[in-house]
């Protein structure tokens, strides 16, 4: 008895200390984990599918996707499973083209947009109009990051009708070029496969090296009932991705780097335009390379479909259509071969 009583001395104090440290995060509007209320409906099925290289990859079709039951919008993939950028009579008509390809995330993907809404389609039909010989190609997914782009520029740099490169960066992609566990959180919800590897960078010997795990999330004791253990949580995501930033900007350069030597021309922009996203790209525009500011931020809600969804909407999407338009027909010579 005389052990017993200290332990239940400090077992009660520690439920005291622990019950005092809760209230004080709900005093200071903190709150246990709180699974998204947003839901999607997907017809005639997902469009897309698990894949061992890329973790995910579109799936040709066309298919309805409706927000919370309330907002839909249509969506076509060709045969390679990449959202259309022309009209469907049209694409013979670049059978034999010089490329440009739009690399990005659902922001260049074009959620909650018609495909003729999505500025790589945009920016199409802006060459068409002005017989410029230049087939633009949507290679954007939601949930990509430039683990993905440099993916991505493998297979770019197997085609020679390749000759820009537009690479959407924003600061969202930090953690998801390291796969950190915030972004695996988030995505708890919608993973159905939980042995599903995903393709991320670390840094070895200061260099970054491609690896893959597993995207699969477990929450901690009581992270749904206390808000200590969610800020806790929250408090390592934070640590684990201080290194993030810096990671995601050397992927960005090895993917610029392996494209340009190649003669392709790159252009690096800041797709969300807020004032962590523009740094970065300002940083790496003072390292040499081509970037582009798009001059919004599209966390206004004047460019965004808030309050039914935060991602870009039409009038942001003509602003990117035609500064790239601007940017690739203006400060990078049009050659008589891309002239009809």
Aim: glycine share 6%; aromatic share 12%.
């Amino acid at each position: 008895m005389k052990v017993l009583k200290p332990l239940f001395f400090f077992l009660f104090m520690g439920l005291v200390t622990l019950l005092a440290c809760e209230l004080v995060c709900r005093a200071f509007g903190l709150q246990p984990y709180h699974e998204s209320p947003v839901k999607f409906e997907y017809k005639p099925s997902l469009p897309g599918r698990y894949d061992s290289v890329m973790g995910h990859v579109l799936v040709p079709g066309y298919f309805s996707i409706t927000k919370n039951d309330t907002f839909t919008y249509h969506t076509r993939h060709n045969s390679l499973g990449r959202r259309t950028s022309k009209p469907e009579d049209e694409v013979a008509d670049y059978v034999n083209s010089p490329k440009v390809i739009v690399l990005g995330c659902s922001f260049t993907y074009g959620d909650c947009l018609e495909d003729s809404l999505t500025h790589p389609y945009l920016l199409q039909q802006l060459f068409r109009k002005n017989n410029i010989n230049l087939s633009v190609e949507n290679w954007g997914v939601g949930g990509y990051c430039p683990s993905h782009f440099y993916l991505q520029s493998k297979d770019i740099l197997k085609d020679t009708s390749v000759k820009y490169v537009v690479i959407n960066y924003s600061r969202i992609h930090n953690e998801r070029t390291i796969c950190g566990r915030n972004w695996r959180k988030s995505l708890a919800k919608y993973n159905q496969n939980q042995q599903a590897r995903v393709p991320y960078f670390e840094l070895k010997n200061g260099a970054p090296a491609l690896k893959y795990k597993p995207l699969s999330f477990h929450f901690l004791p009581f992270e749904k009932n206390l808000a200590l253990v969610e800020y806790a949580d929250e408090l390592y995501c934070k640590f684990e991705t201080r290194h993030a930033a810096n990671i995601t900007k050397q992927v960005l350069k090895l993917t610029m780097d392996s494209l340009q030597q190649k003669g392709i021309r790159v252009i690096l922009t800041s797709i969300t335009g807020d004032d962590v996203s523009n740094e970065m790209v300002k940083n790496l525009g003072k390292e040499g390379y081509n970037i582009l500011l798009y001059g919004i931020n599209t966390g206004d809600d004047y460019y965004n479909f808030n309050p039914i969804d935060g991602h870009p909407n039409y009038r942001a999407n003509k602003i990117f259509a035609d500064s790239l338009y601007a940017r690739i027909t203006g400060t990078l010579e049009i050659s008589s071969a891309l002239k009809n």
